[in-house]
């Protein structure tokens, strides 16, 4: 099936899909009421600048490297002219092809990181590694029991890329979490079921008892191993 290029440039569709949440969100207008529409005029230095980030921020994480040059050109003759040098359907193919040539060199370079990490990791003294790939080591040991993946559990922790970088923290948002054990990632779900009320772990986990190909927001990337420090503080009970 045929693309246009623009449905490349997602960033489009999240402009579009934030005007209209906009428009949605506003004062309802008077019934045959015609809202006016302002002029448009050529954008100024700032505005120019901010669609410039907007088309990097798309693409920079995927590493894709551009000829300054003919980019602008092409942006230049798609506005302002009738005539390309290509046409759509060439630009698309090109398009398609470089994005997903950076695309799988990403997911291969971000594969093969974690996978050494890994490895590296397992063989560290104290670390254990289960059946599923999960990695863990016991900080302190707790005397309390252990929750099964139904229970509801309270517990501080930290989670942080293998570079160090900090997505989460219970205590830096000065309370600890409470959820169902089995309505989170796999890894936390085996890994805090080995653990006894008062007991401290650090989990390693592999993307794909996390996040895996697709990671998560801005903060997890894919292919991430997540390495938490966690407290089981308690098994929450029913108060009926």
Not at 30 to 48: C, F, H, I, K, N
Not at 90 to 103: G, K
Not at 131 to 159: F, I
């Amino acid at each position: 099936m045929k693309k246009s290029i623009l449905a490349l440039f997602l960033v489009f569709a999240a402009l579009l899909n934030a005007c209209k949440n906009e428009e949605k969100s506003g004062p309802a207008e008077t019934a045959g009421a015609q809202a006016a529409v302002p002029e448009a005029g050529p954008l100024d230095g700032d505005a120019s600048y901010a669609f410039g980030m907007a088309f990097a921020l798309e693409f920079r994480d995927i590493g894709l490297k551009f000829d300054y040059d003919n980019f602008l050109a092409g942006f230049r003759d798609s506005l302002e002219s009738e005539e390309t040098r290509l046409t759509e359907e060439e630009a698309s193919d090109l398009i398609q092809t470089a994005y997903f040539a950076a695309l799988n060199v990403r997911t291969e370079s971000l594969m093969q990181q974690e996978n050494e990490f890994l490895a590296v990791n397992a063989k560290k003294q104290g670390v254990v590694t289960t059946e599923s790939g999960l990695q863990y080591e016991v900080v302190a040991e707790g005397k309390g029991s252990k929750p099964l993946a139904t229970d509801t559990v309270r517990v501080n922790y930290e989670g942080t890329l293998i570079d160090g970088t900090v997505f989460d923290s219970s205590y830096v948002r000065g309370e600890p979490a409470e959820f169902v054990l089995n309505r989170v990632i796999g890894g936390w779900i085996e890994g805090i079921q080995l653990m006894n009320v008062g007991g401290t772990y650090q989990f390693y986990i592999p993307s794909n008892l996390a996040y895996g190909e697709s990671g998560s927001g801005s903060l997890i990337p894919p292919y991430s191993t997540l390495i938490f420090k966690v407290e089981l503080l308690d098994i929450v009970k029913d108060k009926d």
